[in-house]
């Protein structure tokens, strides 16, 4: 019997008004069939799936939770970014329920200004002074689910939010690390993530120990790549704690305007060793998605980019199969 609940989600995944659905499937009365008015005979609901690019199952399954996501930017897409969350959702059941992941540990604070949250939250995680390793890495470390944005609602721009006391965030694999940053200073409940996410990324008493006042440009770069953030970026943190005066600051930026800084692939390593494990026992992606009820793209759009196909040599974070 078909979900009415599921074949919204699955229409909006899709980009889809029920009029375009009706028409691609060459059915009748599909807002009827999403209000629960009417129920679609067997056949009509193969045509709906197969119009949408789901296995037929996925229109009958139970209810799937709503999220409520956070969005950095105002891009398109976010009905179907926020779709694509929702089916992210079943995905980390299915890991939870198979292997021990980290659990959360991304407190909340009430009334933290930015700076002040993210020198807790270092300090909480053990790393007060020293630059963030991969930030992908971090946030799964300490239990946030880290997906792809899927390519096809990219336009959405990175998001985050919490379920049932899990924290997510989905991000672009290519431009991850700053992106990483804002999206935890959103989690903790900041006033300003992208504030929060220089302060984390660039902490105030670190740099005030080890940046000398008014660096040259070379000196800025130097201290950058240390910091794993562009220069300009450390140019304009150091501006704002008194580091860097106002006419070096402009000298500084405008030497550095010339420069080329590509964007930091992160990957993830909670993800893939998963997946190296579950190949060890021989379940392959398409046996995930058939579990799921997913068609194996749609899974492949929550793992873009952050999957390597080898085993990297990470070891300090290795999920435990549940027995």
Known sequence: MLTPSRLVLARTRRGLTAAELARKAGVAGVADYEQGRRRPRPATTLKLAAALGFPAPFLEGDEVPHVDPGFTGDGPDRARATAAARLALGFAGWLDARFALPDPDVPTWEHPDPETAATMLRARWGM????????VHLLEAHGVRVFSLPPDCAGAGPFSFRHAGTPFAFLDPADARDAAARELGRLTGTSDPHAFARAFLLPRA????SVPRNPVTEQVRAHAATWGVTPLALAHRLHDLGLLAPGRHTTVCANLARDHHPARHETSQLLTKVFT??????T????????????VEELNGLLFGLVLTALPGGRHLTPVPRR
């Open 128 to 135: 007060p002074h020293r630059p963030a390793p991969t930030m």
């Open 206 to 209: 670190a740099l005030l120990a």
């Open 277 to 282: 494990a579950l190949r060890a026992r021989g």
């Open 284 to 295: 392959t992606p398409h046996h995930v998605a058939r579990h799921l009820h997913l068609d």
